[in-house]
């Protein structure tokens, strides 16, 4: 076996290839688009590059068959609270069922981390935010996955269990029947609100995209930056984030709530984009967005996914998220437009969501692990901290 360092177009090229060989037995994997992978790595169009750096391998047989490959990031901005050391990330894993091969390759990553000053290393993970490919597959191998799930063969819970990593936190996705009724409560509590017209819950406009993007900002730095879990994000990033959206949203699908106009919570779904992309084997050309256009004007995706979902502490509690949801229902169902909704994941570490996640009605469909591993055992372990509410 030798390790080849990722380093032009050709072994770009082979890097993503290898993902694509180790589940191709399984017939709900879905291609990642080779573009956005190429882009995690790509300086001028990830933001983490300005706080770190990255290195990956590609593993090959005495014969040039691809058996795995690797990733490996510092970045001085990543954290986790209650952590006190270094720790850098691994993450784009893939590797045949061969302990020594993984082994290989965790060792590789290891030792850059080490010659980088980290003391620890954290994975499978993205370089860049965790809405995408964080965790390990664990349960959920006989379902199709999300846009921006990881998926990954069941054996590679061993390979990494193996090699000394260890649990650092679950992460558990969540479901339900769109015309699933709700809870009875949800439909007490939107009656609450709507008789007391200070509040108000609707969803977006596109030609509204700017004040929308101004809203997000508020409800998400309020909601999710005090927690240390989220960097606070600008309103000119929040735009941006929403032009790049646009041409898949689906503005029944997002929702805020108001109190005396004022956002105070927001409630972020978009169209499932693996529903599109399981037909692309990872291109993404002029034809692909053609098609892809066509297939959202004729209602070819049934399923939506969260993509983000806060309430201004000021206003938890309350039920407003009750209030708004049940709003989005009476949108959302018995038309036909969506069968399915994915709720995205949620930590352990974060009993609140889940229980939000569970009081909807949704059942668990899918489990992660993200694992650390403590170089020398420097350090003790520690499980990732509860989140603490204010």
């Not at 045949?96 to 290393?121: C, P």
């Not at 996640?357 to 990732?384: A, C, P, W």
Request: with cysteine; aromatic share 16%; hydrophobic share 40%.
């Amino acid at each position: 076996m030798h390790l080849i360092e990722v380093n032009n177009a050709a072994t770009a090229k082979e890097f993503n290839k290898v993902n694509v060989l180790m589940n191709a037995g399984n017939p709900n994997y879905i291609q990642p688009l080779d573009s956005e992978v190429n882009d995690a790595f790509d300086p001028e169009k990830n933001k983490s590059y300005k706080y770190g750096e990255t290195k990956r391998w590609i593993l090959k047989d005495d014969n040039g068959k691809l058996l795995g490959r690797i990733a490996a990031f510092t970045n001085s901005k990543y954290t986790n609270k209650g952590t006190e050391f270094n720790t850098g990330c691994v993450g784009f894993f893939d590797c045949v069922n061969d302990i020594a091969a993984a082994t290989l390759l965790f060792d590789t990553a290891k030792a850059w981390l080490k010659s980088k000053g980290m003391e620890a290393m954290d994975g499978p993970v993205n370089y860049n935010d965790r809405d995408k490919w964080w965790g390990l597959m664990v349960e959920g191998f006989d379902v199709e996955p999300i846009y921006g799930m990881a998926f990954n063969p069941p054996y590679y819970q061993q390979l990494f269990e193996t090699y000394g990593f260890r649990n650092y936190y679950d992460q558990y996705y969540y479901e339900m029947q769109v015309d699933a009724p709700l809870p009875p409560r949800f439909p007490e509590r939107h009656a609450k609100f709507k008789a007391k017209p200070d509040y108000q819950a609707r969803h977006i406009d596109l030609k509204q995209l700017e004040k929308h993007a101004r809203e997000f900002a508020t409800v998400y730095n309020a909601a999710w930056a005090q927690h240390g879990e989220a960097k606070e994000i600008t309103e000119e990033q929040a735009m941006k984030l929403f032009k790049k959206m646009k041409p898949i949203i689906d503005e029944r699908v997002i929702m805020f709530a108001y109190y005396k106009e004022e956002p105070i919570a927001m409630w972020i779904n978009i169209p499932d984009l693996n529903q599109y992309f399981k037909h692309f084997n990872g291109k993404f050309g002029l034809l692909q967005k053609l098609r892809l256009l066509w297939m959202k004007k004729n209602g070819a995706c049934k399923v939506f996914t969260g993509v983000a979902f806060g309430v201004v502490p000021k206003f938890q509690a309350l039920g407003i998220d009750s209030f708004m949801i049940y709003e989005g229902a009476l949108i959302l169902q018995n038309k036909g437009w969506y069968n399915r909704y994915e709720m995205g994941w949620a930590g352990d570490w974060n009993p609140k969501m889940l229980n939000i996640y569970k009081n909807l009605g949704g059942t668990q469909s899918r489990h992660m692990v993200t694992y650390r591993y403590i170089f020398d055992n420097k350090y003790e372990f520690e499980r990732h901290p509860v989140m603490e509410y204010k």
